[in-house]
Structures are given as C-alpha cells and as structure tokens.
C-alpha cells in the first residue's frame, strides 16, 4: 500500500496564486484577508516549513511574497502587540517600560519562533552546512519578491501590475484604504530608544538591516537596487550573485 504524504495549504491562496511568507509585525493578518487564506491555514512559518507540507506543483508554480520591516519599528510595534496581549505578565521582571521589556530575559520564551527572527534569515532557513550538503535542498532555490512594509499600500499594487494580477491589484488598492489588523497605535519608533536599545535591536537584526538598506536614523523605504549594487560592486560580483543564496530576491517597491 502506498502512504501519500498528507498536504497542507499552509499560506497559500489558491484563488490568486500566491504563497505569502508572514512574518510577525508586517501586517500579515491584513494581506492574509486580502487573498482570502483560510484562518485555518494561516501562520508565521518559514518557506521550508511550508515546502514540505504543500503540495510540490504549488511550491513551484504559485508566486512568493514576503514584506520586511525596519527592524527597530517592528520592535516597538511588536512590544505593543505583546503588552495587547498580555502575553508577558507571566514575566518576573518588569515590562511596563519598551526598555526594561526588551531586555527582559524572560520575554523570549513567551515568544512565538519567529517573531524574534530577522526577515532574511526566515527565508534561509535551513542554513546548517550538513544540511547544505544535501542535494535535494541544494537544488530547491525558490524566487520571493521582498515588499517593504512602509509603502505597503503602494508597492503591493505595483507588485501586481508587475505580475500580471489586474483583479487583485484593483482590490488591494481599496483594501488597503480601509483595511489593516492588528495595527498597534503608538509614537514613532525613535522615541522608544536609548543608545543602548538601539545598538541592541541593531545587533539581533543587523542582516536585515545590511540586506534592506535600514538605518535607524532614516525611517523612509529601503533602497534595495541601491544596497545591492554597492554589495556587488564592492565584490566585483554579478548583482544576481547578490540576491540569491537559498532564496532569489525580487525586489518591489523602489
């Protein structure tokens, strides 16, 4: 008797197309409604989560998205969130304060897997030379396009355009206007750091940030064809060589 092993829509929207890579504090609940996934098959799970429950023709032909954020924005936003929540009362230490709850040893093991992870390093998973070894994995490489989250409502439908997605386009220029869960209402991120914080969301974040083009001092977009030809002039490199490691980035939203 042959075993079929079980498949799961985990992300995917079957009516566009379209695999969606949620990462925490990006506002995944608001595009997740916006290409109609089921809650049930809602989540924050990394691309290679994903690749082994869906099915293998929808891994390679529906199109991949993720949105990145600045780091130390996604931070705050995430603390409120939490604080929403009530996630971190169990704590022994304070967390009334952003600072005392970002170094609170404790809030990470509250913490949801990904919600603590830096975009790129989402898509990379897995990274382990052993597994790096293995030539199925090897041979796996996948396209994502990476939409910034501070022009969302703008990048998306140029994204679309791009790929052909009239419909969706259409609707996601509406959505946009009316429509965004989980916003958390607070000051800009800057009013959140001390020197200290700042370096430390710099140091748990820094990928992100050298990969996107973020800067703490320059809330506006990333400039991801500026970053990537800096890279690749630097290293004397083809700028594809740049973009793709296990994942190949396509970047919207210049």
Not at 82 to 105: A, C
Not at 124 to 133: D, Y
Not at 165 to 170: C, G, I, P, V
């Amino acid at each position: 008797m042959k075993l079929e092993f079980p498949t799961r829509n985990y992300n995917c929207s079957d009516k566009y197309k379209i695999i969606f890579i949620h990462v925490p504090r990006t506002g995944g609940g608001t595009i997740n409604q916006l290409l109609e996934i089921p809650k049930r098959y809602q989540g924050h799970r990394t691309p290679f989560e994903m690749r082994l429950c869906i099915d293998p023709i929808k891994w390679k032909e529906y199109k991949k998205v993720v949105v990145c954020r600045n780091p130390w924005d996604r931070i705050v936003s995430l603390y409120h969130y939490r604080m929403k929540k009530g996630y971190d009362k169990s704590t022994q230490f304070s967390v009334k304060e952003f600072h005392h709850w970002l170094i609170n040893p404790e809030v990470r093991k509250y913490s949801g897997a990904m919600e603590w992870t830096p975009v790129f390093d989402v898509l990379n998973v897995p990274n382990l030379t052993e597994i790096r070894g293995n030539q199925t994995i090897r041979d796996s490489k996948y396209s994502v396009s990476v939409i910034p989250f501070e022009t969302l409502s703008t990048s998306w439908v140029e994204w679309c355009l791009h790929n052909d997605m009239t419909e969706l386009a259409e609707k996601s220029h509406e959505h946009f206007k009316t429509t965004f869960i989980n916003k958390t209402e607070r000051e800009g991120y800057k009013k959140y750091y001390s020197n200290v914080s700042k370096i430390l969301v710099w140091g748990l974040f820094q990928i992100d940030e050298f990969m996107w083009g973020y800067d703490f001092d320059r809330p506006a977009p990333p400039t991801f064809t500026e970053i990537r030809s800096g890279i690749a002039k630097d290293n004397d490199v083809p700028i594809e060589d740049v973009n793709s490691k296990w994942a190949s980035l396509l970047m919207c939203g210049e």
